[in-house]
């Protein structure tokens, strides 16, 4: 029982990531119909805002310690970040150690702006154009953003600590009646977790109670009956782009201690979001995050050794299968609406 | 019937003809080449085949630093590094047997087909008459088998698998880097000593060529003193995310954790195994502790904090203080502002052996260069006196067993020397049943 409940953490955590970056594409195929394969390198630039902060917040002045040598005899030059010079030792490492959680501040902007950009920049020439196109023109994009991230930042991981008080981990058995050891799983991984649950609400509770939100949900149904009552729900369909792009960002930004980001990360996650979007149902929002949840949660049971002892292999394959599987029998997905992806 | 009677024109017919016979090969071939891409000019061109994209671009940038500067070293530039420590004196700053030394770069994206494209690139379209580089051992592998069939000769880099001097060793190619065996007969003693003879060990495995032969040999090595494999989980090599294959190591009985994994795969491991807790839990009334047993300075500096007090092995490493590493050290981080890596160390060892043996066989025919590696024994080159085996074109020379620094005092240090091992405790007969399954062949000179 202990497992089970172990790999269903892990789902819900993995699910988690899946879910965010599925939602992002969702709004951008249901508002603009554009298939983003430059989703993932959203992600990974989250990532990448997380590392930007940390080096910012790093800035250091350098002083010679004649009594430490370094790696080639010469005296060693000690760094001392500007923030503990300004702020004493203690606000300082604070404010270091807090670099993550701060650089959703960072980000939001940031991520935002990028969006605005790709949008306007790039993608909105490509509205007309076949699906082809777009995903050449957004895979090719991802690929740039991926080069132009490795030239500035090397192909290395950077480890992105989470603050102090959230490493290590906490025994979940314990407290819901186990005993102790049974059932330990890491405190930034549950942060990650009622983080994704707290964006996943904030986009529902944004499209569904602010008149903006419920333009862009008319927008969606039909577009063109919207356009006719005189609002222009193409500016408002960019600053979703702008919402997307910020929502993967910020799933980016938190994923970033729980893997060292490194410019590839973006692409690990793509296929398997598009999977998520597949099996959720092309532009269902509940749809998408339902399948994130459930594919996280079934790839991980799928890595469990007494499942891959009965079906070895199962855990490369099994989200590839349900896609399969569901694009078989119900063609629109879970939650898809009615024509979509049947004709 | 007939008597042969032999006279003065007979002799000077006979002798004519058989002079004639003798000729008519080379007669016809004089202008032909000798071996593939011998140098005709004054230079000679090698091929550095390195990962320069791909998520092992930054090792493969380490390790054409190290070539380039082999290169200028070998042209008599810069302060001669390791020429002047290292025991044979073949070399003498003027290129490789008077030829100045140029060189051409290839990307192997870390993918065999990739790397075996840009090597026969290098080889056909630019005259490379060697190819050196590669951070894995799938590529080294493949890249090795196509120097084979052209008939140039294969100076691995980093590559760790049993297999590359094993199964699918070739005549044509050499590694000086250490093995997955090297690294469990150096790691167990340690281990051993470390964390005591009754332990139990869960094994997580990158599912490819290398960690089965790291598996095979860390299992083996540590069930050897004691140890017991309590389960070897095999883990897809496009994983990013281990936590659902670390969480049920807490309730396997395990009290160690040992991870064959490599780059982006052991940064992930580690950095998950560690935010589960599992160093901070007591199981079977002992420690759990993590391994890793093969370490790499930019997988460590990836891994940051996490691989504090967590031991590994590596073929050598930038602190050594014997006379080898200290000139090569000087060199390197004068040049470049950082100390070398071990995959730039291998790297630049194999190219300057190259070049010696060239010098040493006065040719740079394939043949005549693998007669001259084989059974050589040298010394200065950081790693103590070295023996490249004829058998099996294996390098044998001591090993490092290190541990993740506990208090860093710069970005630069991340492990620690823990032992370096002798060499003698490393060796095995060249019939070991882990290499067991290849031959190397004849070599190829590509004529």
Known sequence: MDAIILQILNGLDKGSAYALIALGLTLIFGTLGVVNFAHGALFMLGAFCAVTLQ??????????????????????????????????????????????????????????????????????????????????????????????????????????????????????????????????????????????????????????????????????????????????????????????????????????????????MGMDFLVLSFVVVVVGGMGSLPGAVLAGFLLGILESFASMNEVKSIIPGIDQIIIYLVAIIILLTRPRGLMGRRGVMEE | MSKFQLNRRTLIKSGAAVGAGLALPTMFTSSARAYLNEPKGGTVTLGFNVPQTGPYADEGLDELRAQELAVQHLNGEGDGGMMNTFSSKALKGNGILGKKVQFVTGDTQTKSDAARASAKSMIEKDGAIMINGGSSSGVAVAVQGLCQEAG??????????????????????????????????????????????????????????????????????????????????????????????????????????????????????????????????????????????????????????????????????????????????????????????????TCYVQTLLYADACERAGTFDPCGVVEALEGFEFDGMGNGPTLYRADDHQCFKDVLVMKGTDNPTNEYDTLEIVEQTPRSQVEYAPDHPMFAGGELGQCNSGA
């Open chain 1, 55 to 264: 080096r910012i917040l790093s800035l250091s002045f350098t002083v010679e310690d004649p009594t430490q040598k370094d790696f080639l005899g010469n005296p060693l030059k000690v760094d001392t970040p500007y923030v503990v010079n300004w702020f004493g030792d203690v606000t300082g490492n604070a404010i270091l150690d807090w670099s993550v959680p701060l650089a959703i501040l960072f980000a939001i902007p940031v991520m935002l702006l990028v969006g605005y950009v790709m949008e306007r920049g790039l993608i909105k020439h490509f509205y007309k154009r076949p699906h082809a196109d777009q995903i050449l023109v957004t895979f090719g994009l991802a690929i740039v953003i991926q080069e132009i991230v490795k030239y500035f930042y090397g192909a290395n991981p950077i480890p992105t600590p989470a603050p102090d008080m959230f490493r290590g981990s906490v025994d979940f058995g314990v407290m819901v009646g186990f005993a102790e050891n049974q059932i330990i799983y890491p405190y930034w991984r549950l942060v990650y977790f009622l983080f994704s649950a707290v964006i996943i609400g904030a986009v529902f509770a944004f499209l569904r109670f602010t008149t903006f939100g419920m333009v862009v949900r008319a927008g969606m149904a039909d577009r063109e009956t919207v356009g006719l009552l005189g609002i222009n729900i193409d500016k408002r369909f960019t600053i979703m782009f702008g919402i997307a792009a910020a929502v993967a960002g910020l799933a980016g930004v938190m994923y970033a201690p729980i893997n060292s980001p490194n410019y590839h």
């Open chain 2, 152 to 345: 140039v000769i294969f100076m691995a880099g980093l590559t760790h698998s049993n297999d590359t001097t094993g199964k699918d060793k070739k005549a044509n190619g050499f590694r000086h880097f250490f093995n997955a065996y090297m690294s469990g007969a150096a790691l167990a003693p340690v281990l051993a000593k470390a964390y005591g003879t009754d332990r139990r060990a869960y094994h997580l495995t990158a599912d490819y060529t290398w960690g089965w032969t790291q598996q095979e040999s860390i299992a083996t090595a540590t069930e050897g003193m004691g140890w017991e494999t309590v389960n070897n989980v095999l883990t897809p090599l496009a994983s990013t995310d281990f936590s659902s294959y670390i969480a049920p190591v807490l309730n396997s009985g395990a009290d160690v954790l040992i991870l064959n994994h490599y780059g982006g795969n052991m940064v992930n491991s580690l950095t998950n195994a560690v935010q589960f807790g599992l160093r901070d839990k007591m199981v079977n009334g002992k420690q759990f502790e993590i391994i890793v047993p093969l370490y790499s300075e930019l997988m460590a500096a990836g891994a940051g904090a996490n691989v504090r007090g967590v031991y590994g092995s590596m073929n050598w490493n930038w602190q050594l203080q014997d006379e080898g590493s200290k000139a090569f050290v000087k060199s390197f981080g004068e040049k470049y502002g950082r100390p070398p890596s071990n995959s730039a160390h």
